[in-house]
Every structure is written in structure tokens, then in C-alpha cells.
């Protein structure tokens, strides 16, 4: 697993900053307050970091799907849309299979906010974007906690449809 964690980092350092500079240059008016970001198409952003994350974390053999949850999300608070900071990642995998994934997900989390840091430095407009992936971070991986569990009780009833959860990736 040591190899996929090493081959998934060098493809993130490699396609991340693409999608960074070119979904966050979209984003218009961004102010953090507490735990939102008020902004127009900040939601494309993480959209499209999660998309290109989840690719990268299905490669990993034990995980088996990755979802995308805008968890703090919500529209036109006093006449503003707002959106919860992170890209919320959930994650179903065979942990009896893999008993070091926490360890490599906490890593991945860790570095894909350094890069995306790293790529905001590029330019001035987005010192927000460094100040909240090097704060707060970015990204949060959920595994085996409230989300993961609300997540499987849903799909065996066959209501996921009451989520507000996108599957981006599965095996």
C-alpha cells in the first residue's frame, strides 16, 4: 500500500495545481466567516477538487466507493449562499483489509492542503484560499464516523437519495 500512497501523491502534486489556479480564479467575492465561506462558485471548486480526489483515493485497493457531501452547506442566509469549508470526502472501505488507512488518509489530508497552499501563493487574489487550507484545511476525509454510518444505514434502505451525497467513485 506504501507504493499506491507514493504514486497517489505524485499524481495529485501533478494535476492538483491545474485545478486549483483554474477553479479558484472562478471564485468570486470570497470571505470566510467561522466555519463557512460566503462566495460565488466556491462550490465548483470543491466540486472539482473532490472529483479529482476521489479518482485518486480509488486507487487505494481497500477503498470501495467515495462520496462527496457538501456537509455544511445551505443557500441564501440573510440573502447569501454559503458553503461549508471543506471538501468532505466519505469513504466505505475494507478496513479489516488495510489497518494503516487512517494513518495514509491523515497523510493525504496533510498534503493535499499543503499543495493547495502552495498553489494559492501564485497567485494574490487567493491568499483566502492559503489562509483556509493552511487554517482550517481543505479537505477532511470521512471513515468510520457519524457520516460513514449515516451514509451505509441510507443505502440499506435504499434511500440515499435523502443525502445530500454525490458517488464519485467505486469498484
Known sequence: ?????????????????????EEASKVENPRISGIY????????????????????LIQIPCIREVYYADIA?????TGQTYFGRDVD????????NCPQLKEYLTILEQKINQIVA?????????GWLKTLAETNGIVEFHLDDV?????????TQ?????????????K
Open 1 to 21: 500500500m506504501d507504493e499506491a500512497l507514493e504514486r497517489i501523491l505524485e499524481q495529485l502534486e501533478k494535476d492538483l495545481p491545474g485545478i486549483v489556479l
Open 37 to 56: 465561506v460566503y462566495a460565488k462558485n466556491y462550490d465548483y471548486l470543491k466540486y472539482h477538487l473532490a472529483k479529482k480526489l476521489a479518482q485518486a
Open 73 to 77: 452547506s445551505g443557500e441564501y442566509i
Open 89 to 96: 470526502l466519505i469513504i466505505i472501505a475494507d478496513q479489516q
Open 118 to 126: 502552495r498553489t494559492a501563493t501564485k497567485l494574490p487574489e487567493l
Open 147 to 155: 457520516y460513514t454510518k449515516m451514509l451505509q444505514d441510507k443505502k
Open 158 to 170: 435504499h434511500r440515499i437519495s435523502d443525502l445530500n451525497v454525490i458517488q464519485l467513485a467505486n
